[in-house]
């Protein structure tokens, strides 16, 4: 039998700039995805999870044949296979998880890297941390049919203890960030909203395409590389606010950087509240639950807060100092109740280490 543990990741900030050649700053989580795979005597492959119904994948599952969460692991099952030639059958595989799905805290690409290291250990064939961040990113792209950035699959791979990783999503370059919440007196606190999303519907391939459209029409390689008065000068008024997102988040992931670089993390929480605020003006990609738990988040003495992951549903983070960290959660759930939303679900949130192997 091999094990692997899989973190979650929250993206500090850097929010929708990791697919136009942007900096992000995402850290993993200290809730986990654990994966356990042992051999069967027969060829069937068996996936279990707590939460979910079994399944049995088909073999050799192409892009387009699974449905369900379980495309996932049949996801990380083909890219595995495309880049060793090994094809694996005969598999239990035993998925349990602290990670809520569908909260944009990346539960999904957990289970990809996840099943990628123990599928390369029981397999025999070592992937490095690097190699299974991609192997997942492609099996999510072309598997599962989200044309997302490199952001989830890196962090959840590369993420330390006490650090955010700073992503050059060009190069794919990575420095870790000093990330002292507790020292500091402060946490992050999750805010789910419990408005699940699917990134797979349209809307997210639509920024993708806003953005594709700006990048020609200032005829630069990456949008990232557009300066703000080059943004001011576009016509088109759609396309105009979609770069100036993500301009000035460029321009934030720099100072936010160099903020804690100086270990001043207290600092940073005007940054995240510009970034929220933008995503929601500028990306249009908020919802009124994420807005009404920022607002409220910062009514109760938040230092700063924004929408994480995506958007359109899915979580918010709140900077709070420890002290605040009641104030904040008990505002938050007043702030939902009587508008019939679900309660949302508020937790602090570590920075934690990366994907590994792990006993069971
Ligand atoms: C999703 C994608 C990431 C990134 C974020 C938005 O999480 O998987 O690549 O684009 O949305 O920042």
């Keep these: 039998?091999?094990?692997?543990?899989?973190?979650?990741?929250?993206?500090?900030?850097?929010?929708?700039?990791?697919?136009?050649?942007?900096?992000?700053?995402?850290f993993a989580i200290d809730r986990r995805t654990e994966v356990a795979i042992e051999r069967r005597t027969d060829s069937r492959i068996v996936v279990r999870s707590t939460e979910l119904e079994p399944a049995e994948l088909p073999p050799e599952a192409r892009p387009g044949e699974v449905d369900g969460w379980e495309r996932y692991v049949a996801g990380a099952i083909w890219a595995f296979t495309q880049a060793t030639g090994h094809r694996p059958t005969g598999?239990?595989?035993?998925?349990?998880?602290?990670?809520?799905?569908?909260?944009?805290?990346?539960?999904?690409?957990?289970?990809?890297c996840g099943v990628l290291g123990t599928l390369g250990d029981i397999m025999g064939t070592s992937l490095t941390a690097r190699e299974i961040a991609m192997l997942a990113l492609r099996a999510e792209r072309e598997f599962v049919g989200v044309p997302c950035g490199p952001m989830d699959q890196l962090a959840v791979m590369l993420g330390e203890l006490d650090?955010?990783?700073?992503l050059d999503s060009r190069t794919l370059d990575t420095e870790q960030v000093?990330?002292?919440?507790?020292?500091?007196?402060?946490?992050?606190?999750?805010?789910?909203?419990?408005?699940?999303?699917?990134?797979?519907?349209?809307?997210?391939?639509?920024?993708?395409?806003?953005?594709?459209?700006?990048?020609t029409a200032l005829g630069v390689e990456w949008l990232a590389d557009a300066t703000l008065q080059q943004v001011i000068g576009l016509t088109d008024p759609l396309l105009r606010r979609?770069?100036?997102?993500?301009?000035?988040?460029?321009?934030?992931?720099?100072?936010?950087?160099a903020v804690l670089r100086a270990d001043h993390p207290e600092d940073i929480g005007a940054f995240l509240t510009a970034s929220h605020r933008s995503l929601a003006d500028d990306y249009d990609v908020s919802c009124p639950e994420l807005d009404t738990a920022v607002d409220a988040a910062l009514a109760?003495?938040?230092?700063?807060?924004?929408?994480?992951?995506?958007?359109?549903?899915?979580?918010?983070?709140?900077l709070c100092r420890l002290?605040?960290?009641?104030?904040?959660?008990?505002?938050?759930?007043?702030?939902?109740?009587g508008s019939g939303w679900a309660t949302p679900d508020v937790w602090p949130a570590t920075p934690a280490a990366g994907a590994r192997r792990s006993a069971r």
């Design 323 to 337: 002290g605040e960290v009641a104030a904040v959660r008990d505002r938050v759930r007043r702030a939902f109740d």
């Design 178 to 215: 000093p990330l002292r919440l507790a020292a500091a007196g402060l946490t992050v606190l999750v805010i789910d909203t419990r408005v699940r999303h699917a990134v797979a519907d349209g809307a997210y391939a639509d920024r993708r395409a806003a953005c594709a459209e700006a990048t």
């Design 300 to 318: 109760a003495g938040a230092l700063g807060a924004r929408m994480t992951g995506a958007g359109f549903g899915g979580s918010a983070i709140a």
């Design 1 to 26: 039998m091999a094990t692997w543990s899989a973190p979650g990741r929250v993206n500090l900030i850097g929010e929708h700039v990791d697919y136009v050649g942007g900096p992000v700053l995402p």
């Design 242 to 257: 979609r770069a100036h997102h993500v301009v000035s988040e460029i321009q934030r992931v720099r100072d936010v950087v």
């Design 91 to 112: 598999l239990d595989i035993d998925i349990t998880s602290t990670l809520p799905t569908g909260a944009g805290l990346s539960s999904s690409a957990a289970i990809e």
């Design 163 to 166: 650090h955010a990783l700073l």
